[in-house]
């Protein structure tokens, strides 16, 4: 997979339009004045996460001895269900039953940015791409800076789109994220085959 490619589907998995209504429901009992630090904080706990992530994942993966094409399936299984997720969400659970006043942690950074979809992803590329961390830490930055500043303007985009345009466009990013899982798919069972 390319730079553009990889950050476009990292881009789409971390879902930012799709998070905006949760986000807003989150910070809604945080003061005004206090929304935008918040956020700030929250995106650079979910960044560290994801760097984290990015360089300890590929040991954990060559830990396990697992092959390229075993990855490849699984993410474009697990990017299908990501997807399918996108398309007919259930959001309901992130926000119910957490904590009153400001959130620290969970569940801004994680689970809505640094999320187990996003950290699959992050395993994948890199093990699609092995010795690329460099380019995987673009990939990580950009897809992290984009999703960010959607989500530091998420009152704006809110205005702007209403809840049916945002609805409408994760909905158009689910689909856009199940054609690249079928392709990560046959790409992984294309090169077993070739294999045996």
């Known amino acids: 997979m390319d730079l553009p490619s990889a950050i476009v589907t990292l881009f789409l998995v971390m879902d930012p339009l799709g998070n905006v209504p949760l986000f807003l429901a989150v910070l809604k009992g945080v003061p005004p ?3 935008q630090r918040v956020l700030v904080r929250e995106l650079l706990i979910a960044y560290v996460v994801l760097v984290l992530f990015l360089l300890m994942g590929g040991a954990f993966l060559r830990f ?3 092959g390229q094409e075993a990855v490849s399936v699984a993410g474009g299984i697990v990017l299908f269900l990501i997807a399918l997720r996108m398309i007919f969400p259930d959001h309901g659970s992130l926000t119910e039953g957490g904590p009153e006043g400001e959130p620290f942690v969970v ?6 940015v640094a999320g187990p979809s996003t950290l699959a992803t992050l395993l994948l590329l890199d093990r699609s791409a092995p010795g690329a961390t460099l380019s995987l830490l673009v990939v990580v930055s950009v897809a992290w800076a984009l999703s960010g500043a959607i989500l530091l303007s998420s009152t704006f985009f809110y205005r702007v789109l209403g809840q049916r345009g945002l609805i409408a466009m994760e909905r158009l990013m689910g689909m856009l994220l199940v054609m690249v899982s079928v392709q990560m798919l046959m790409d992984g069972i294309a090169t077993f085959l070739r294999q045996q």
């Open 107 to 112: 569940p801004l950074a994680i689970p809505l």
């Open 64 to 66: 396990l001895g697992l």
């Open 33 to 35: 004045e206090r929304r």
